[in-house]
């Protein structure tokens, strides 16, 4: 295959946007900030209006599932869809 002078094409995955842990942190705040343990939907709404573009809901389930688990989980799962951050957890 030949090597190409054309530049390369920006992607049109509007996810490209959401690198650097920008939801992550997004979620954190959101979880940090709110008095009470929140729904997932809450902090779906809360990513979206702190990073002010739209975030897939996919992102926000995976990073909450992902964080719950593991020998120094950051949250906790009060039940269904309901999660708060692990006391002194950044």
Do not use: F
Request: with cysteine; aromatic share 2%.
């Amino acid at each position: 295959m030949a090597a190409s002078n054309n530049a390369p094409r920006p992607s049109g995955r509007p996810d490209r946007k959401l690198r650097n842990g920008l939801v992550p942190r997004a979620i954190e705040k959101a979880l940090k900030d709110a008095a009470e343990p929140m729904q997932i939907r809450d902090i779906h709404a809360a990513v979206e209006d702190c990073l002010g573009i739209a975030v897939p809901t996919s992102s926000v389930n995976c990073w909450l599932t992902k964080h719950i688990k593991g020998s120094r989980p950051r949250l906790v799962r009060l039940g269904r869809g309901r999660y708060r951050l692990v006391a002194g957890a950044r």
